[in-house]
């Protein structure tokens, strides 16, 4: 069965990495671990790729995209203070939207799960973030490489009344985490979501880059770089509800 672009809709032929090949290269941290749920741990000696992508948006939008944030992340990923200006801090939201929807599709083939719908593709081509997400960036002490997605469901007991999608990443020393969420009834008007997560450090430890509450700049590093420990309760923070698929790549 043809496979289709998961942000424009085209028939999709282009290979995607999952993590972009320029991040790759830049150092390589041995083998990746792959842990799906209900599945044992696979060592891929090759990064993962999804078949989900055209042509046209691998060649066009999403390879600006890339060579936008080079210059922004790699500084980051060495652990230097940058400052970071809102068409910045916007321009990494927009990434860690596309790095959620490349893991979305390591789901399968036309998965019926799915958690972005073309809508949100098409819309992030034109450099629109979907409804109901945050992006986070933190700073963690020493040099990694492990990203994870899992879905969230959204209770209001004893109904679910929603869903959500989690990607945390880490790179070197660099930190990011976008959680998008999507209500079952889309509310008409402007409203907020409220989620519970395990208190921590969070203040200290993360800056939040979307939705952007002023036009200043942001300082990164925030205040107190995250421990590893740190990092996986951070990865797990959101976690709620039933388990529905939980990928770990390291
Ligand atoms: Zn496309």
Redesign the pocket.
């Known amino acids: 069965m043809a496979n289709n ?1 998961i ?2 809709g ?1 028939p999709a032929g282009s290979r995607e990495h999952i993590w972009p090949k320029w991040i790759l290269e830049r150092k390589n941290f041995g083998p990746f671990r792959l842990k799906r749920a209900g599945a044992p741990d696979l060592i891929l000696n090759t990064e993962l790729t999804t078949k989900a ?2 042509h ?2 691998n060649t066009g939008w999403m390879s600006k995209l890339e060579a936008a944030l080079k210059p922004i992340l790699e500084p980051m990923f060495e652990g230097k203070s940058v400052s970071l200006d809102i068409y910045q801090q916007q321009l990494i939201a927009l990434w860690m939207v596309k790095m959620a929807f490349v893991w979305d599709s390591t789901k399968g083939r036309n998965t019926d799960n799915a958690f972005f719908r073309n809508a949100d593709g098409i819309a992030l081509v034109q450099r629109i973030m979907p409804p109901f997400t945050a992006v986070w960036l933190g700073h963690i002490g020493r040099d990694y490489r492990s990203a994870d997605g899992h879905d969230i469901t959204l209770d209001e007991p004893p109904k679910r009344v929603g869903g959500g999608n989690v990607v945390t990443i880490v790179n070197e020393q660099f930190v990011a985490q976008i959680v998008s969420l999507r209500p079952d009834q889309m509310p008409t008007g402007p409203t907020a979501i409220q989620l519970d997560f395990p208190p921590g450090n969070w203040n200290n430890t993360l800056i939040r880059v979307w939705p952007q509450d002023n036009a200043n700049p942001i300082e990164w590093p925030p205040p107190a770089a995250l421990t590893i420990l740190d990092y996986l309760l951070l990865r797990d923070r959101w976690r709620t509800g039933d388990e529905t698929d939980h990928i770990i790549h390291l």
């Open positions: 672009c942000f424009c085209n992508v055209c046209g948006c």
